[in-house]
């Protein structure tokens, strides 16, 4: 399994962050691209006050844009959330 590295083009990872990219399988090519060049970007609360949410591909970063953090990583649509559910049954 592949773990993303501490610090990405001058983000940095939190260790979950780095934990749910891993988990997730997304490599830093995604990620760079999502933080960098994101297809959607807007901002959400629910991670914590001045919070974005940058979406590329299958990726989406939750990020503090002022302090260059990286929150989480997750998938960005329902459909990769319940095939890699599925993936889990039948492991």
Do not use: N
């Not at 919070?51 to 260059?68: F, Y």
């Amino acid at each position: 399994m592949h773990v993303p590295p501490t610090k990405i083009a001058g983000w940095r990872l939190t260790r979950h962050a780095q934990a749910r990219a891993a988990e997730h399988g997304f490599d830093d090519v995604e990620l760079l691209a999502a933080l960098e060049r994101p297809e959607v970007s807007y901002p959400q609360t629910y991670h914590g006050e001045m919070r974005q949410v940058r979406q590329e591909s299958r990726v989406a970063v939750v990020v503090d844009p002022v302090r260059r953090v990286v929150v989480t990583v997750l998938f960005r649509s329902p459909a990769e959330w319940q095939r890699r559910l599925a993936h889990r049954g039948a492991a």
